[in-house]
């Protein structure tokens, strides 16, 4: 049973549930951010006494821009202070004093990971924002054997998990396409790529976790052990917790990669040949998809990295003013099995698929290359400076049912080409998730995620600018804000209460009765704008 506080705390407990139930009622604006009129606890009084405070760490008060800023590049928020944890207790201590403060401060904490939130959802405005990357504890340890698993540090990143597992033969379930991002970080969304079909996400592939709640407790938690709190945190949007570790399931990696891409020009065909991979039970490892809308050289510009099968036919094909649908798969294997079985495999696997067949295109990698490929992209944008631009993401999973109007509207009407990133658009399977956790799907059981990834050049009016792509996700979510669609966001952003419990539904309740019970002053997560730390209550 997870641990209350002991009975002396009993009038302070009573007081924070009754402040929630008011603070429920507010969602964070400005006026409500930059207000701070108590006449005893003023901020400068707050960082005086945290200046005090003994940590492993590191809590620094200056030179704390960098915490304002995110992958999105479009909100920034500054804090009042940044701490570099180097202890569990760092971060149990900091919390524990902001939920002592109680309801007369507006100090707010935020757990910071490798810093790629789109809408500043890791950002605190005058809180204090933890680097959960300086936390280095405990140390990787890895538990081999009939149920393998890695413990790691929340702040440890999946590129160093991968690296330091396959030496071992054995690599994480789940993935997400990019992984220089924290475990932290994306068990608190889901982490879902190409695996996610036969494996569910991250978050489904996680034996336990340790956790620092609202309250500054700190916790076990597994399916077993404080059960309600393990399936709050993950995919969460820490509201419930800051996870500290975690505990990831493993299984034997291979060392190479089949790696194919092929194109169509009918999506009824393209999602028919994908929603059948996915329900196969001996099918590919990997499925994914993108759209690409009135591209010029698309098949010149894969050669870079695949080959043709047929490269006079491959010449052939002109990609200008079309709209097309590129499905892109992987079969994982090892050197010692015979090339030929596996390429009859795939042979096999490709002939029941409806391509066309002058676009198929393959290429043989490492396991580890495969897995990091968007890190070679980010390399190439840094040395053009086009990484730290804003990145205007819309992430959706849209349900089977509707995924055929989706795409002709969408894609059809709205978006008229795919310059100005990938759009990446593939099914899952949801009887792989489990369903306790915090994440908020479709109701089907199959539903596809579609991530509109842009890119927004500084300065620019035009198509490549950050109005034109805003003003573009603007008409997409016009669109999904029919209740008959089912559409869901994926890594929400929502500004007024009604969207957040649209968007909850019949588990807005739950998701209120979780945040009453382990962050009852709203400390946590101030940056996601769900629900407001309130100092009104308190002055009555």
């Avoid at 500054?78 to 004093?97: E, G, H, R, T």
């Avoid at 495999?345 to 393959?362: A, H, Q, R, V, W």
């Avoid at 086009?386 to 969408?410: G, T, Y």
Wanted: proline share 5%.
């Amino acid at each position: 049973m997870f641990s209350t506080l002991s009975h002396i705390f009993f009038k302070k407990q009573t007081f924070s549930f009754l402040g929630l139930i008011f603070c429920l009622s507010f969602m964070i604006n400005k006026e409500h951010l930059c207000s701070s009129n108590h006449p005893f606890l003023t901020p400068l009084t707050v960082n005086s006494s945290m200046a005090n405070m003994k940590f492993d760490g590191r809590l620094s008060f200056t030179n704390v821009e960098h915490a304002a800023n995110d992958f999105g590049n479009r909100h920034h928020l500054m804090p009042s202070a940044v701490l570099n944890p180097k202890s569990i207790s760092d971060i149990s201590s900091i919390v524990k004093y902001v939920f002592d403060l109680g309801l007369d401060s507006e100090l707010t904490v935020a757990a910071r990971g490798h810093g790629h939130s789109l809408e500043g959802q890791a950002q605190a405005y005058k809180g204090v924002v933890i680097k959960m990357e300086s936390l280095r504890v405990p140390e990787m340890s890895f538990q081999t054997g009939k149920r393998p698993y890695v413990d790691v540090s929340a702040g440890e990143l999946w590129i160093n998990i991968l690296h330091e597992s396959v030496k071992k033969g054995l690599a994480p379930k789940s993935w997400t396409d990019y992984l220089h991002l924290t475990v932290g970080g994306t068990l608190s969304n889901a982490g879902i790529s190409g695996q996610a079909f036969r494996h569910g996400p991250q978050i489904n592939n996680v034996y336990q976790l340790q956790v620092v709640t609202g309250r500054g407790e700190v916790a076990t938690c597994s399916e077993e052990q404080n059960s309600d709190l393990f399936h709050a945190v993950l995919g969460g949007l820490g509201q419930f917790g800051i996870i500290t570790q975690a505990r990831i399931a493993l299984e034997p990696a291979p060392k190479m990669v089949k790696w194919i891409r092929a194109l169509y020009a009918d999506f009824s065909t393209f999602a028919e040949d994908q929603e059948r991979i996915i329900s196969s039970p001996n099918s590919f490892d990997y499925v994914e998809g993108f759209v690409i809308i009135n591209r010029t050289g698309l098949l010149n510009n894969w050669r870079s990295s695949f080959n043709p099968k047929d490269p006079v036919q491959a010449n052939e094909f002109t990609s200008e003013g079309k709209i097309l649908f590129c499905l892109e798969v992987a079969k994982y294997y090892n050197p010692e099995e015979s090339d030929n079985h596996i390429n009859q495999e795939i042979d096999t696997l490709l002939s029941e698929l409806n391509y066309i067949k002058s676009t198929l295109f393959l290429s043989e990698v490492s396991y580890i290359d495969f897995l990091d490929r968007v890190h070679v992209s980010e390399i190439k944008l840094r040395e053009k400076g086009l990484w730290d631009v804003p990145h205007p993401w819309l992430n959706l999973l849209v349900p089977k049912r509707s995924i055929h109007d989706f795409a002709r509207e969408v894609f059809g009407n709205i978006l008229k080409d795919t310059s100005n990133g990938p759009v990446l658009i593939y099914p899952v399977n949801k009887s792989k998730w489990k369903h306790r956790t915090s994440l908020i799907t479709p109701d089907e059981d199959v539903f596809y995620l579609v991530a509109f990834l842009s890119s927004a050049m500084p300065s620019s009016t035009g198509k490549d600018g950050l109005e034109h792509i805003l003003t573009q996700n603007k008409k997409i979510l016009s669109y999904c804000g029919g209740p008959h669609l089912g559409i869901k966001q994926y890594l929400p952003h929502y500004t007024t209460r009604e969207e957040w419990r649209a968007h909850f539904g019949d588990e807005w309740e739950v998701f209120c009765r979780r945040k009453s019970s382990y962050d009852p002053l709203a400390i946590l997560a101030p940056g996601q704008r769900i629900f407001q730390k309130e100092k009104a209550f308190a002055l009555q």
